[in-house]
C-alpha cells in the first residue's frame, strides 16, 4: 500500500540550531514533493516545492533535499526561530494533480 | 480579507442531521478541494474539482457530496451526518498554470463536532 512517513514525535530544538526532518514514501513515484506549514487553528500554508530531477531547494532558511531512491525527502530549518515551531507536512503529487500528505511533524524551538 | 474563506469555523449538531461546509476563494483558481484532518491520520481528500463542471471523488468520498456552484465556490454536504465524521475539515484551491507543480492555497478550516 502507498505510504508517506513522517516522525510522530515532537522535535524539540534549541533556538539557533539546524532542525531537519524526515519525509519517506512507499509506492509512490512523485515527480512533485512540496512542504507546507501548518500552526494550531489554521490551513496549512505552501512553503516549498521540489521536482523529481532536482537535489535541493533553498528559500531563505530553507533547504529541502529529495532523493528519489532512496525515496525520501529531508527538510531544515537553519538557525530556528521560536517562530518556526509548527507542524510541518509533507505532500506527493501523484494522479491527476492531486496531493497525499503525510501526517505531519511538530517542531518546538526553544529558546 | 481571506483569500479562501470557510464557513462556518465552529459547528455543533446531532447525529442524522443534514450539514453544509462552504467555501469561497477570491484567488481566481480553477482547482478546488475538500479535505478532512483527523489527529493521527493527516489529510486525507474527499472530493476536488477541476472546473465548474469537473467533480471527482478523492479517496473517502463516502457520506458526503460537493457541489460547485461556480468558479469561486465549492460546498460539501454531509446528507445525514454521523459521529465518526468528527473532524477538521479544509477547502483549499489552486491554479491550473503549469499543470502538475501548484501549490495549494488552504482555508482555515472548519471544525465540525457530531454527537
Known amino acids: 500500500s502507498q505510504k508517506i512517513e513522517q516522525n510522530s514525535e515532537a522535535l524539540n530544538i534549541q533556538e539557533g540550531k539546524t532542525a531537519t526532518l524526515t519525509c519517506n514514501y512507499t509506492?509512490?513515484?512523485?515527480?512533485?514533493l512540496q512542504w507546507y506549514r501548518q500552526d494550531p487553528g489554521r490551513g496549512p500554508v505552501f512553503l516549498l516545492l521540489?521536482?523529481?530531477?532536482?537535489k535541493e531547494k533553498r528559500k531563505e532558511r530553507l533547504k529541502v533535499t529529495f532523493d528519489t531512491t532512496l525515496k525520501q525527502s529531508l527538510f531544515h530549518i537553519t538557525a530556528s526561530q521560536p517562530a518556526d515551531s509548527a507542524t510541518y507536512l509533507c505532500?506527493?503529487?501523484?494522479?491527476?494533480?492531486?496531493?497525499?500528505f503525510g501526517k505531519g511533524n511538530q517542531v518546538v524551538v526553544i529558546p | 480579507d481571506a483569500d479562501v474563506t470557510q464557513t462556518p469555523r465552529n459547528r455543533i449538531t446531532k447525529t442524522g442531521k443534514r450539514i453544509m461546509l462552504e467555501c469561497s476563494q477570491t484567488?481566481?483558481?480553477?482547482?478546488m478541494y475538500w479535505y478532512r484532518q483527523d489527529p493521527g491520520l493527516g489529510l486525507r481528500l474527499i472530493y476536488y474539482?477541476?472546473?465548474?463542471?469537473?467533480?471527482n471523488k478523492g479517496e473517502i468520498s463516502d457520506g458526503y457530496s460537493v457541489s460547485r456552484q461556480a468558479q469561486a465556490k465549492f460546498s460539501l454536504s454531509l446528507e445525514s451526518a454521523i459521529p465518526n465524521q468528527t473532524a477538521l475539515y479544509f477547502c483549499?484551491?489552486?491554479?491550473?498554470?503549469?499543470?502538475?507543480?501548484?501549490?495549494?492555497?488552504f482555508g482555515d478550516g472548519t471544525r465540525l463536532s457530531i454527537l
Open positions: 521540489i521536482r523529481e530531477n532536482e
Open positions: 509506492n509512490y513515484s512523485p515527480a512533485y
Open positions: 484567488k481566481g483558481h480553477d482547482r
Open positions: 505532500a506527493l503529487l501523484y494522479g491527476n494533480n492531486r496531493l497525499a
Open positions: 483549499a484551491t489552486s491554479d491550473r498554470t503549469g499543470l502538475f507543480n501548484q501549490p495549494q492555497h
Open positions: 474539482s477541476f472546473d465548474v463542471k469537473d467533480i
